[in-house]
């Protein structure tokens, strides 16, 4: 596609539900990043993929993040037993083979969890 | 470790004032150096980068920067604000293709008339 596309734009999830994000990345983009944006807060790194290599899970806060790119294209963020805490914005990114071409970045999906 | 400083979360300007937005980096290899605005309610947007060569980098909307290795930083400066350019800007580096770039805390940048 001609950007980076999230679904959904918005979710309201209850505590204790999982919710599952997602991204298609640009077409050709080798590698995609997911992020979380907290109010006030600066960009918190989740997770990476870059072609077939394993992913980089470092960022994820808890195991009840996780992540999958299926065929090199979409990926899905789920999140088990949401937390309140989990509330924030989730932006996904791709990019032409590596992070030192820099970031498209998709609209993000605003996760509240009440 | 790569990381970002940004120097004041609010930056507030008149309207045809010079910004001057202020981004350190630490790294222990050359670095990429970024910077990418976000609108409200929308993705972050690139503005500029500098990887190689010049470092007067110029980007969109009449924004630049310049690398300054020997200070470790990489201002964000426009002759002359316009309402427009009100929104949050993030500076961010990358040390290598395979790893991820790492972003400062973000300056809201405020235009007033």
């Known amino acids: 596609g001609a950007g980076v596309s999230q679904s959904p734009s918005n979710k309201v999830t209850e505590k204790g539900k999982d919710v599952e994000l997602r991204c298609d990345p640009i077409?050709?983009?080798?590698?995609l990043y997911w992020y979380r944006q907290s109010l006030g807060q600066g960009l918190e790194f989740l997770i990476y993929?870059?072609?077939?290599?394993?992913?980089?899970k470092s960022g994820l806060p808890s195991d009840r993040f996780s992540a999958e790119r299926t065929g090199g294209s979409v990926s899905t963020l789920t999140i088990q037993r949401t937390q309140q805490e989990d509330s924030a914005v989730y932006l996904c990114?791709?990019?032409?083979?590596?992070?030192?071409?820099?970031?498209?970045f998709g609209s993000g999906t605003r996760l509240t969890v009440v | 470790a790569q990381s970002v400083t940004q120097l004041g979360s609010h930056v507030s300007v008149s309207e045809g004032a010079l910004v001057l937005l202020r981004c350190n980096y630490s790294s222990s290899v050359p670095p990429y150096l970024f910077w990418y605005v976000q609108y409200p309610n929308q993705g972050l947007q690139l503005l500029l980068k500098y990887t190689t060569g010049a470092t007067l980098v110029k980007g969109i909307n009449g924004f630049e920067a310049e690398f300054k290795k020997s200070e470790t930083s990489f201002h964000l400066t426009k002759p002359s604000a316009h309402m427009s350019d009100a929104a949050e800007y993030f500076c961010?580096?990358?040390?290598?293709?395979?790893?991820?770039?790492?972003f400062g805390t973000g300056t809201r940048l405020q235009v007033t008339l």
């Open positions: 961010a580096v990358s040390t290598g293709t395979a790893s991820k770039l790492t």
């Open positions: 993929f870059q072609g077939n290599s394993a992913p980089d």
């Open positions: 077409s050709g983009h080798t590698a």
């Open positions: 990114a791709s990019s032409f083979q590596g992070s030192n071409y820099g970031y498209t």
